[in-house]
Nanobody, 115 residues
Framework: QVQVEESGGGLVQAGGSLRLSCAAS????????MSWYRQVPGKQRELVAT???????NYVASVKGRFTISRDSAKNTVYLQMNSLKPEDTAVYFC?????????WGQGTQVTVSS
């Protein structure tokens, strides 16, 4: 069974930075895509950034220029470097992994940005 675990969340002041990590473990040959989502209580889960197996990256407009998604294929790990954080970035961030057409989710890590 595939397991997905995030880490790196925390409390930071506006303008600060955090680096989230997500590692997938289990028995599989390759990962199709890895993404970061975020969710605020009472709101719909939002796709923040994604990176495909081909290396293509995409970002939601609100984080462009501030966040960077990257991957380490050998470690089955994806990162989200979050700079110039704003209070509106506060959310639970979830890692999403697609393997052989199946969806796997991490448990989420809390990011809180104070003003």
């Amino acid at each position: 069974q595939v397991q997905v675990e995030e880490s790196g969340g925390g409390l930071v002041q506006a303008g600060g930075s955090l680096r989230l990590s997500c590692a997938a473990s289990g028995t599989f040959f390759s990962i199709n895509a890895m993404s970061w989502y975020r969710q605020v209580p009472g709101k719909q889960r939002e796709l923040v950034a994604t990176v495909t197996s081909g290396g293509t990256t995409n970002y939601v407009a609100s984080v462009k220029g501030r966040f960077t998604i990257s991957r380490d294929s050998a470690k089955n790990t994806v990162y989200l470097q979050m700079n110039s954080l704003k209070p509106e970035d506060t959310a639970v961030y979830f890692c999403h992994v697609v393997i052989a057409g199946f969806d796997y989710w991490g448990q989420g890590t809390q990011v809180t940005v104070s003003s």
